[in-house]
């Protein structure tokens, strides 16, 4: 009995576990089907009929074979409703990442991980001023905000899902609102000028720490690389001598060389700016002014830009068309062309912000000293919003300066003064911009609109070009901007802005061309208005300026040529040195060295990606500095341990000055002359080499130079990576030349057009148009951009049309 008990048993069991795994794997299938429906309903409408309520006329969407979009519509207030629905359909998770980076509020979204740096976004107080901002708008503006907003929430609202991230995060999108696409703006400010307080900061420490002379020496303003549009390149000046600051009479100092070091890479490339630069009508193949643009901006999935075009009647009735590039939560244009005008940006890297030493009240604690007296911290609380987890409360102290920011080296505190803060920082004057007929007229509207300041370059159809700077230029008083100081007595400060009549500007220079690279401009009295906020070396801007001076014939193809220009001039003497220190009597018995030799003598000349000489020099020159300039900084390090000299952006200059000049008593103990200091960093580079390969022939630029472009979900679940990343490819280019190129930082798009001759204009940019990966506009255009491949401009033939339709407005939800 017990036997066939047994058997009977034996004979259901696998029955059972095979009905188990049937359904088992039936909820799996039902699950990822019904998670694949949900991913299906969050992809953006493309054609047929939509109603979208507050529309006066219908609205036209078109797309073409890349997603590009075109707009066209009966009014501007009705195109800013349907570019919101179509930004929200197509990047709502970015905007909301970049709202709340703005706003310190990234902790509801990802929980106790983002905590810290919501805390030190949130002494800004950007929502707030956003808010502020807002109501001091002028009506037009205000309105256009408000009708953008409602079209995004009608975007989200139109989705059969909510858009995936959402999905896999577990939570609901939070409705846009009018004040949040203030805080996109914010989020550039932060994005181009979070830098401004650090780098003022490791200056005062240099110049705190260090004999005057040699802090001096260090802290150049420019060097022989200089480029600007108005004056010349600054010479270096000598350090001090031997009775000032002697190191052979010092003890050897340790020296720790760091190659490939990320965090350094990052902020050598992801701080590198932008190039732009127009060519007039006289010197191009066509006779129409060119123009050229590259921002260089972290790269992530999906793009910071988004293509479109808006074509609508002006208040004329005149037929508008603009095409280039949005950046999803704002309702214009950034860069593009109008037919009449065409416009650019870099970063100007004046000095926007200064770090004010805060003088405490003896007698009272929660007071400081100002030239009226004592007066008291304000107070505010925000209270931070965490997932799974309690809200937390912060106390932002202010000042009448600004928000106290941090404590320097000496427990000094300090308040910062930062442009940003100031409700004239932001407007959206930008959008004159659309109707703009000329440079005189284009320069006019750069200087009174409210954005991070950038070097504004445009060009028109007449033929003319024209540069100034686009953003308020704080009027300072009684110091220049660049160290940390106290303004309790009064005697230093700010005074209001400069107007814009007083703005540095040119127009049609003798040259026919104009350019920046986020270095120096300007020289003199203007130079002095606009201060020093870290100016990049000007090797980038110089090459781009001997390029386009050989150019008597330009069209688009030579625009986008320059953008892709790889040529590593500024490590030419690099390698001369390198060779030049690794004579007969170094490489005897010595075969790594030999191999180096080899590779560096054929190098090729590029930042090429098969390029070994290329990244043996560059590690040479950084295996240089770092035994060059330790021992010269050394106090400065030991009064705080991140100082890096890598924040002077002009180190090159005395740099160079002492590899030239080679003075014995700047040469640290360690070594027993300035050759044997390279032939250490020789060997710095050397150590750094994988054992097994006897020739480096894969020690290529392109094995290091590998693209990460990243969805921000992969950074934390890997395994999305080969779902949501761009290709992980080999990538030419490097920071001082055109073809700015770092692992996750780049050329953002490259643009190059003449206004009335868009149709052949060139643009491209890394990923796609859309942000969701089951669009097939996920990745689509990626390629031409890693190859430097042309792109159209304009958008090509229609491939989808949607059209939205007036539909009733319900009451008191939307304007």
């Given amino acids: 009995m017990q036997c066939n008990q047994s058997r009977k048993s034996r004979k259901i069991l696998p029955r059972v576990l095979l009905y188990g795994v049937a359904v088992l794997l039936l909820i799996v299938g039902l699950g990822s089907l019904w998670f694949y429906q949900q991913l299906r309903g969050s992809l953006p409408m493309m054609n047929g009929d939509a109603p979208l309520a507050g529309l006066t006329a219908p609205v036209t969407v078109d797309r073409d074979a890349l997603g590009l979009v075109t707009l066209r519509a009966g009014n501007r207030l009705d195109l800013a409703r349907a570019i919101g629905l179509v930004h929200a359909q ?291 609380r925000e209270i931070i919003r965490i997932k799974h987890a309690a809200p937390e409360e912060l106390d932002v102290l202010s000042t009448q300066w600004g928000p106290v920011y941090d404590a320097d080296h000496r427990g000094r505190r300090r308040a910062l003064r930062w442009v940003a803060h100031d409700r004239d920082a932001v407007n959206l004057d930008m959008l004159k911009l659309e109707t703009a007929n000329s440079v005189p007229e284009a320069l006019d509207i750069a200087a009174e609109s409210g954005l991070p300041e950038q070097n504004f370059v445009v060009a028109d159809a007449d033929g003319h070009i024209g540069w100034t700077l686009m953003g308020r230029i704080p009027r300072r008083f009684g110091h220049d901007g660049r160290t940390p100081r106290s303004w309790a007595d009064g005697d230093s400060g700010w005074d209001g802005w400069v107007a814009p009549t007083e703005y540095p500007r040119i127009i049609d220079p003798p040259s026919g061309r104009l350019w920046t690279a986020n270095a120096r401009v300007v020289s003199g009295d203007d130079l002095q208005m606009l201060g020093f906020g870290g100016y990049r070396l000007g090797a980038r801007a110089k090459q781009i300026r001997d390029a386009l001076l050989g150019l008597e014939q330009a069209n688009e193809a030579d625009m986008l040529a320059l953008q892709l220009d790889d040529r ?139 693209s990460r472009i990243q969805h921000p979900f992969s950074r934390v679940l890997p395994g999305l990576g080969r779902w949501l990343d761009m290709p992980a490819l080999p990538l030419p280019g490097d920071t001082t030349m055109p073809r700015v190129q770092g692992r996750s930082a780049g050329a953002s798009e490259r643009l190059a057009v003449s206004p009335g001759h868009e149709e052949t204009g060139l643009l491209h940019m890394p990923a796609g148009q859309s942000g969701h990966p089951l669009s097939p506009h996920y990745r689509d255009g990626h390629s031409d951009w890693v190859q430097g491949s042309p792109r159209a401009f304009l958008p090509g033939p229609v491939q989808d049309s949607l059209r939205l339709l007036p539909a009733p407005v319900r009451a008191g939800r939307d304007p």
Avoid at 127 to 156: C, F, I, K
Avoid at 181 to 202: F, K
């Fill in 90 to 380: 197509e990047r709502y998770f970015q905007m909301d990442l970049l709202r709340r980076s703005a706003a310190g509020e990234l902790s509801e979204l990802f929980g106790a991980a983002a905590v810290e740096r919501d805390r030190a976004v949130r002494l800004h107080r950007f929502r707030n001023r956003a808010r502020d901002v807002l109501t001091h708008l002028p009506e037009a503006q205000r309105v256009m905000l408000e009708v953008y907003s409602a079209g995004v929430n009608a975007g989200l609202a139109a989705l059969a899902a909510p858009p995936f991230e959402y999905l896999l995060l577990r939570d609901t999108p939070v409705a846009w609102r009018p004040e949040d696409s203030l805080l996109a703006i914010y989020a550039m400010y932060q994005t181009l000028q979070d830098d401004l307080p650090i780098r003022e900061s490791m200056t005062g420490l240099l110049h705190d720490t260090l004999d005057p002379a040699l802090a001096d020496f260090l802290d150049q303003r420019g060097s022989e690389w200089d480029a600007p549009l108005q004056g010349g390149a600054f010479a270096t000046s000598p350090p001090p001598g031997p009775d000032i600051v002697d190191l052979r009479r010092l003890p050897p100092v340790p020296v720790s060389v760091s190659l490939n070091e990320p965090g350094r890479e990052n902020l050598e490339v992801e701080s590198a700016g932008s190039n732009n630069w127009a060519v007039a009508g006289n010197h191009t193949a066509h006779g129409g002014a060119l123009l050229a643009n590259d921002m260089h901006l972290s790269l992530n999935v999906p793009n910071i830009w988004f293509r479109a075009a808006f074509v609508y009647p002006d208040e004329q009735g005149e037929e508008r068309r603009i095409d280039g590039v949005t950046l999803p939560g704002v309702p214009a244009i950034v860069v593009g062309s109008n037919g009449h005008i065409a416009w650019g940006f870099t970063n100007s890297q004046g000095d926007w912000a200064d770090l004010v030493e805060l003088e405490p009240d003896p007698h009272d604690a929660d007071a400081y000293l100002t030239a009226q007296g004592p007066r008291r911290f304000q107070h505010d």
């Fill in 568 to 706: 590593a001039l500024f490590l030419v003497r690099w390698r001369d040195l390198l060779l030049h220190s690794l004579e007969s009597s170094a490489l005897a018995g010595n075969p790594r060295r030999q191999a180096m030799y080899r590779q560096v003598a054929n190098w090729g000349g590029r930042a090429a990606v098969d390029s070994v000489g290329y990244r043996l020099v560059r590690e040479f020159r950084t295996a240089v500095t770092e035994r060059v300039m330790t021992p010269l900084t050394q106090a400065a390090k030991q009064a705080d341990a991140t100082f890096d000299i890598v924040w002077f952006r002009q180190y090159e200059g005395p740099l160079w000055w002492l590899i030239s000049e080679q003075p014995a008593h700047l040469l640290a103990a360690n070594y027993a002359d300035w050759r044997a200091l390279f032939l250490a960093a020789i060997d710095d580079v050397i150590a750094n080499l994988p054992e097994q390969d006897t020739d480096l022939p894969h020690y290529t630029w392109g094995a290091y130079n590998t």
